[in-house]
């Protein structure tokens, strides 16, 4: 029953890279607005979720972006981002070449069966060397097409926007074969890419909306927080009544801050999302408990 009902979703494309490589800039570029220098010191905080329009083919086909910080500390959210990924897009500066988050990102997106597209940025540069930084990426599996390999590497720049349709375009290729089906019918289910507490709005989540479609006055449980979908709002700011599946919405009304990377299900009975609410609850209770008794056994 479920399975008639399957329909072609928009890809869920991941963001990943080494520190200050373009990651979004590139993203920027490709969405032809300014987020990157709105950013607090130009370092991404967390991970954004952006919806664009691409036209391929003479249709208008949607991609959902999610942006990856690549500060060190967030390794968690990265492994997370490339979970939710269907395709990750490997941003690699040419003047700069592989680094540490460039090798742990492949790592993410290898381990999540992810495929990858590799970005080579930042070629507008004097001192890019594209391709050593092909040479060094050989050294962990990733060998271009161009060399007899099946990774797809494009040289781009995010500040003279060279290549970036070519980019585009291998990211609706890459989508094209793999199989990228939800049932909007169903009820919602995702995750949670990240979530604080809003001091006038209340605990805000933003979720990804893996399948079914999730609506205004839904009831939901998000990790261990329940609640009542109260207000939605989009990647632009704009209030929506309903989220489709790969959308990424914000949503307002959880009783509680859930944890980025936390599971999210809309309940059609509201004492059965109470039950399974509290059962979650109990089970971070037992884990900070083990928790507990083990670094006291240190
Ligand atoms: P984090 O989120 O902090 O990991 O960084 P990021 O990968 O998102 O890099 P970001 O977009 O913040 O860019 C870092 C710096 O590189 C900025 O000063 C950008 O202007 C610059 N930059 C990004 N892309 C290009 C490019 O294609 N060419 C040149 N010349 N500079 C670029
Ligand atoms: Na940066
Ligand atoms: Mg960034």
Do not use: C
């Amino acid at each position: 029953d479920d399975l008639e009902k399957l329909q072609r979703r928009p890809p869920v494309v991941t963001i990943m890279g080494h520190v200050d490589h373009g990651k979004t800039t590139l993203l920027d570029a490709i969405r032809k607005t300014k987020v990157a220098q709105g950013e607090a010191g130009g370092i991404t905080q967390h991970i954004g979720a952006y919806h664009v329009d691409v036209e391929h083919e003479g249709q208008m086909q949607q991609v959902v972006f999610l942006d990856t910080p690549g500060h060190e500390a967030f390794t968690a959210m990265r492994a997370r981002g490339a979970r939710v990924t269907d395709i990750a897009i490997l941003v690699v500066a040419a003047d700069d070449g592989v680094r540490p988050q460039t090798i742990e990102a492949i790592s993410h997106a290898k381990a999540a069966e992810v495929p990858i597209i590799v970005a080579i940025n930042k070629v507008d540069k004097e001192e890019a060397q594209p391709d050593r930084v092909k040479q060094e990426l050989t050294e962990y599996g990733l060998v271009p097409e161009e060399w007899g390999g099946d990774t797809v590497m494009v040289a781009v720049s995010a500040i003279s926007g060279e290549n970036l349709d070519t980019l585009l375009e291998m990211i609706l290729l890459v989508s094209e074969v793999e199989d990228l089906y939800a049932n909007p019918d169903r009820s919602a289910r995702g995750t949670v890419i990240e979530a604080h507490l809003d001091k006038a709005k209340g605990p805000v989540a933003t979720l990804l909306i893996q399948n079914g479609t999730l609506r205004v006055g839904d009831t939901i449980v998000a990790g261990s927080a329940l609640g009542k979908v109260r207000a939605m709002v989009d990647d632009r700011g704009q209030r929506v009544k309903q989220a489709d599946p790969s959308f990424a919405v914000e949503v307002l009304g959880l009783g509680d801050v859930p944890a980025a990377g936390d599971d999210f299900q809309v309940f059609d009975d509201e004492k059965e999302a109470r039950s399974v609410a509290s059962d979650k609850t109990d089970e971070q209770r037992q884990s900070r408990l083990l928790q507990a008794m083990s670094s006291r056994r240190v």
